[in-house]
């Protein structure tokens, strides 16, 4: 206020006075009439200054600031206070003039999927004359209190597209007591703490979904098959409807290999490796429908491979041993860090449903389930971690997903991995506690034998052969051993050479008590000039020799000739005679040779004819 205005409210004031004097037929002297104008204008300077002072002019009373329900952006933008939501965005945020109405809202906020979080006041209807705002927009809620530990700031919403309610990224100021938000995208909002531990409850439910992933129990486990030789094949171990193994085997012949399928009867997924020299199939396509994480499973499996093959949970796998190994072995160690993280991964997928942030393409995304696949492999588990282990697995797996979200969905996915991150051990705690429940074994070994065809008398004139005689060992041809010049001697089948000299010089039967028909068989042999002691030879499936016994270690004659051999009781019983020379010094000897598991052994020597030891 300076003095020209002053004058002017003189003069003016003046002027009112002398017309009030005469509209009431005052007859006041001029010097009155002066002293009245200058008292009044004297009062007027005085409330202006009190005014100035206290803010009156150019601004509206802070009631009617508060209460207010509709302003108008400037050209600067818009900084407003609106039904007691404070509202600011830069210049461009929307043509100037246009009106930004907040209207309070006394419905509840919607129902998410999973009740993670807790209201915290009244909603407001946030609109811009039938527009979104072209920049983004800082709304800033008042609320009492502060949140809990394990609990976020977040603003609860229902867009105008019709897309449903959602969480919007938001942070919590303790000394203002405000949430604050930045949206592109204006409609109801209500103000909301997410508590983790709610997420957490909802993850386990998650857990609890693929810790049922499971298969029947195919026909065929545990099931011998015959190859066309004549091999028996089949798994060691009860697979039968009531066992329980982390695996079902199925074992079949293919293109001329031994074909071992496993399907998966666990929850979790197994690193696998077979012996010897086994090739492991490619693996077939999971069934989608039982859960989207198998999605992402088959893709580390078929992106990533491993040096051990990964038994997929519901699924199956198929290794392949060449012919005629005669044990194939498949062992399994539970894999929990794999399991973990892929849980976490779709877990996580869904909770970003509720930000709007699409991770639908994680389980087909190669480079982050590579990044996965190298983050359990450092972690390093093992089947019992510690929480400690596990949400450090955690925090490298959150790590993983954060270049997935789109630019404009960046900073809601920074936020969301944030939150879990400062607060996973709360989320893994029930994953932790479902894979140990889950994990009573963790291994698993699996034997194939193959067992050979049936022995039959003709398949040991093809036969390998034991040394005797001083001759090495090698493969009869037609009964007898090739290579052997006719000076040097022979060794030959006594049922090919001379079958009437020996009753049964083969025999078939049981000898490993496994089931299966083994031989025994007579041979002689000779390293030139006369015949030496007979041997016997005791052959298993295949045939392959188990054992050997000569005749000539067993008595002191300088010949042993069998007369009779047969099985009995699972041993092969022998009745022989020794001698010097021609026929001088002739003892009979009866006795059994019994096969322990890993040599022939001579049992129940007994002389039955012949001068006694000593006499001849």
Request: aromatic fraction near 6%.
């Amino acid at each position: 206020m300076n003095v020209s205005a002053i004058r002017n409210g003189y003069d003016h004031l003046a002027y009112l006075t002398e017309v009030m004097a005469r509209r009431f037929a005052l007859r006041l002297p001029r010097r009155v009439v002066i002293s009245v104008a200058v008292v009044l204008v004297l009062a007027c300077v005085a409330a202006g200054v009190v005014a100035v002072r206290s803010g009156w002019f150019g601004k509206e009373p802070s009631s009617a600031k508060e209460n207010a329900i509709s302003a108008v952006v400037g050209t600067d933008g818009l900084d407003v206070t609106l039904s007691g939501v404070h509202l600011s965005g830069p210049a461009g945020l929307a043509p100037a003039g246009t009106v930004v109405t907040a209207t309070p809202t006394t419905s509840s906020p919607p129902e998410l999927p999973t009740a993670i979080t807790t209201n915290l006041g009244a909603g407001v209807d946030i609109s811009l004359q039938g527009r979104q705002p072209d920049k983004p927009l800082e709304v800033r809620f008042p609320v009492v209190g502060t949140p809990p530990e394990g609990q976020h700031a977040v603003l609860v919403t229902v867009p105008s597209d019709g897309s449903g309610a959602h969480l919007v990224p938001a942070s919590f100021d303790a000394g203002t007591g405000t949430i604050t938000a930045t949206t592109n995208h204006l409609s109801l909002f209500w103000p909301a703490f997410i508590d983790l531990r709610e997420v957490g409850r909802t993850f386990d439910k998650f857990v609890t979904q693929t810790l049922g992933i499971t298969s029947p129990r195919p026909d065929c486990a545990g099931e011998k098959v015959t190859d066309p030789s004549g091999t028996t094949i089949s798994p060691v171990g009860d697979y039968s409807p009531t066992a329980k193994p982390a695996a079902w085997p199925c074992v079949s012949t293919k293109d001329g290999q031994v074909v071992v399928e496993l399907t998966s009867n666990s929850p979790l997924p197994w690193r696998t490796r077979a012996t010897p020299a086994a090739t492991l199939d490619p693996q077939g396509t999971p069934d989608l429908a039982k859960a989207a994480i198998l999605a992402g499973y088959h893709t580390l499996v078929t992106e990533r491979p491993y040096a051990e093959g990964l038994l997929i949970p519901g699924t199956t796998m198929s290794y392949r041993f060449p012919a005629g190994s005669s044990t194939a072995t498949v062992q399994g160690q539970v894999d929990l860090g794999t399991w973990l993280a892929m849980d976490l991964v779709f877990a996580v997928q869904s909770l970003m449903a509720l930000f709007h942030v699409d991770y639908q393409d994680v389980g087909t995304n190669a480079d982050r389930l590579t990044c996965l696949g190298d983050a359990v492999e450092a972690a390093q588990l093992g089947a019992k971690p510690g929480v400690d282990a596990v949400t450090n697995l955690a925090r490298a797996v959150l790590s993983c997903l954060a270049p997935l979200a789109g630019d404009a969905l960046k900073d809601a996915a920074a936020f969301v991995l944030l939150v879990l991150s400062s607060g996973i051990s709360l989320v893994v705690g029930g994953f932790l506690g479902a894979a140990l429940t889950a994990t009573s074994a963790d291994t698993f070994r699996i034997d194939v034998e193959s067992t050979g065809k049936p022995i039959t008398a003709a398949d040991l004139s093809t036969a390998p052969v034991p040394g005797m005689c001083q001759h090495p060992a090698g493969t009869l041809v037609d009964g007898s051993l090739p290579g052997i010049p006719t000076h040097d001697g022979f060794v030959q089948l006594v049922a090919k050479g001379s079958p009437s000299e020996v009753d049964n010089p083969i025999v078939v039967g049981d000898l490993t008590a496994d089931g299966t028909p083994d031989a025994a068989a007579v041979f002689m042999c000779s390293r030139g000039g006369v015949g030496w002691p007979h041997h016997v030879v005791l052959y298993g499936p295949g045939p392959e020799v188990l054992g050997s016994v000569d005749l000539g270690s067993v008595t002191d004659g300088e010949h042993s000739n069998v007369r009779n051999m047969s099985i009995e009781g699972g041993d092969v019983a022998l009745e022989w005679n020794s001698y010097q020379g021609a026929s001088f010094c002739l003892r009979g000897w009866s006795a059994r040779i019994h096969w322990t598991g890993s040599q022939a052994s001579v049992t129940g020597l007994v002389q039955t004819s012949g001068p006694a030891k000593g006499t001849c």
